[in-house]
């Protein structure tokens, strides 16, 4: 290799490593002076610059503070009883209907089909005008089960997943199981879905932690804050008189944010490939 | 698929219970039991509500109370209210930001996709705001973006000084690009995964081949990863325009649409929620819906037109 070369392949890594940690460090600061910010007290944060680090790491005051005033308590019970209602119910919905889409021929396939893949194309926030109405007239509004209905309405990218999924289960295990006098809700119950664990593990986590971020809907049918606030919407108590109050307000959103982070250092590869696999279909 | 060659089954006189349980009977309850919850849904909770949005568009309305009729007039008022159809314009500064984050992730991912000391990590790093609920996202910018506070800070110690920089969510000249910054930084790292995810679905012993035959970086890049991507690419250029057009979180969270930052859907929100004009605010949703699939069809068959002639 000559020197040239050398320099070129030198300049080439120098480049890829200085990018990698300037977007690092782009992506993480926002979240990381919130972190430096949540553990200040009072008098510290309005005295040092906000990027000083604290005089100790170890002052939680802040973090049991707005964990009480934001009623993070009943956020984090109502968003657990969502978070299980939704996973189960949308995965038992999704997973039937991929195998019916997957596993059967019948005329309207292809329409059903369609129709949620035009149904995920409908912005939510414009479709929320309508739905509201619905909600009301349903008497869904401020009541929890109505809420946990409306979100496990379609959700596409489940179904791609499961759909896929299936594809990939040969088909003579059905036809063997048919011989041996066994029933369609047998075969799905006991032979598919035990073997679509891994889509099922993969679609959870992803709409598991869109539902535990999931604001909008929950703001404008879970009026009833001091009742039914999730997690997301409790950081509302913020807004308003504490707004100033940054060193609180850092501590209640760090505390929002730790299940997702737990999750994602946990699950990483099963968002990834979630993602991945979600989008390419779609 | 072969599911149905074996119900061809000889078509006897049967009494209902019989069909039942015949294997015929059974195909069509399983198909309803398994059908019917998920359609419903779709039914009561996107098509209905669909259904109502377009009709409500003709009519003057709130939620409860009184509706009159009024013909085209709520669609005459979103063409002619100056905060209407003008909120359009704000969608230019995410598209722009929509290309910056697809050749970021882009960049990002092509990086990342060949051996890097700690590329886990970065990857990490880079994908965690996608995680981030919408409302920890608003208190975090407001915080990042107050006078003195994060950004400045950082910028200060870049060597500017505090008095030459801008109120960036008040200064009607930057705060939409603030707002712009905001989701490049939330969905850069999402969209890196998206292709890395692709560009690693690539056999491994097409880029040994090209190794081999002494390609370089660029020419891998070209002739390997751009084709390989090319199909999750073009997904993201379509998503990302139609985004564009409803582009709603930053602003609704950050700024309440105030100074100038109201988008489309900002003020469609407002004008539902808060003023209860239910019958134009369906309006305005009815016209961008429409104009978002005219944008997406006219995208799909230019892509179509393009891959056609140039690969193949």
């Known amino acids: 290799m000559s020197i040239s070369e050398k320099i070129g392949k030198y300049v080439l890594i120098f480049f890829k490593y200085f990018s990698l940690v300037f977007f690092s460090f782009v992506a993480l600061l926002p979240v990381v002076s919130c972190v430096i910010t949540a553990f200040k007290t009072d008098e510290e944060y309005q005295n040092t610059n906000v990027m000083v680090l604290p005089k100790s790491w170890l002052n939680f005051e802040n973090f049991a503070n707005a964990f009480e005033k934001a009623g993070m308590g009943r956020a984090f019970i109502n968003s657990t009883i969502i978070l299980i209602c939704v996973l189960v119910f949308s995965t038992l919905i999704g997973t039937q209907l991929a195998y019916v889409l997957n596993r059967f021929k019948f005329p309207g396939n292809k329409l059903i089909r369609n129709m949620f893949l035009f149904a995920s194309m409908l912005p939510g926030v414009a479709m929320q005008i309508p739905v509201y109405e619905i909600m009301y007239k349903l008497g869904f509004i401020n009541l929890l089960p109505g809420y946990i209905t409306v979100m496990c309405g379609t959700d596409v990218i489940a179904i791609y997943i499961y759909i896929q999924f299936f594809e990939n289960i040969d088909i003579a295990l059905d036809e063997s199981a048919i011989v041996d006098g066994a029933s369609y809700f047998t075969i799905f119950y006991r032979i598919l879905l035990p073997l679509l664990k891994p889509a099922i593990v993969t679609s959870c986590i992803l709409k598991g932690v869109g539902t535990y971020n999931e604001y909008y809907m929950a703001n404008m049918y879970l009026q009833d804050k001091t009742r039914l606030a999730t997690v997301a919407t409790s950081l509302y108590t913020f807004v308003g008189p504490l707004g100033s109050k940054y060193n609180l307000i850092c501590a209640g959103v760090i505390i929002s944010l730790l299940p997702a982070l737990i999750v994602f250092i946990t699950c990483q590869k099963q968002i990834y490939s979630g993602l991945t696999s979600g989008a390419v279909k779609g | ?312």
């Open chain 2, 1 to 312: 698929m072969s599911a149905s060659a074996n119900t061809t089954v000889k078509k006897n006189k049967r009494t209902f219970g019989e069909w039942l349980r015949s294997r015929d009977g059974q195909r069509v309850l399983v198909m309803l039991a398994f059908l019917i919850i998920p359609m419903v849904l779709l039914m009561v909770f996107t098509y209905i509500p669909f259904a109502e949005m377009v009709k409500f568009s003709f009519y003057n309305m709130k939620y409860i109370g009184a509706r009159k009729f009024v013909g085209w007039k709520n669609y005459i008022k979103v063409f002619s209210r100056k905060d209407c159809f003008g909120a359009l314009k704000l969608s230019l500064y995410y598209m722009g930001g929509s290309v910056v984050q697809l050749s970021l992730a882009l960049y990002l991912a092509t990086i990342l996709s060949f051996k890097v000391k700690g590329g886990d990590v970065f990857k990490g790093f880079m994908f965690f705001p996608f995680l981030i609920n919408g409302i920890a996202i608003g208190f975090i910018f407001k915080f990042f973006y107050t006078r003195g506070f994060v950004f400045d800070t950082v910028l200060q110690w870049c060597g500017f000084q505090l008095d030459s920089l801008p109120y960036w969510l008040k200064d009607r000249s930057i705060n939409n690009i603030s707002l712009v910054g905001t989701s490049v930084w939330r969905y850069f790292g999402q969209n890196m995964v998206l292709f890395i995810g692709a560009i690693m679905s690539v056999d491994n012993e097409l880029y040994e081949a090209a190794m081999l035959d002494g390609a370089n970086k660029f020419q891998q890049f070209r002739y390997i990863i751009m084709p390989s991507i090319k199909t999750i690419f073009v997904l993201n250029v379509i998503l990302s325009i139609s985004g564009s057009l409803s582009a709603f979180e930053p602003p609704y969270v950050i700024t309440d649409g105030a100074n100038g930052t109201g988008t489309y859907f900002v003020v469609m929100h407002e004008i539902a929620h808060t003023q209860q004009k239910v019958g134009l605010a369906s309006a305005m949703a009815v016209v961008l819906l429409l104009i978002i699939f005219a944008v997406t069809i006219l995208q799909k068959l230019f892509f179509k037109y393009v891959f056609k002639d140039g690969t193949e």
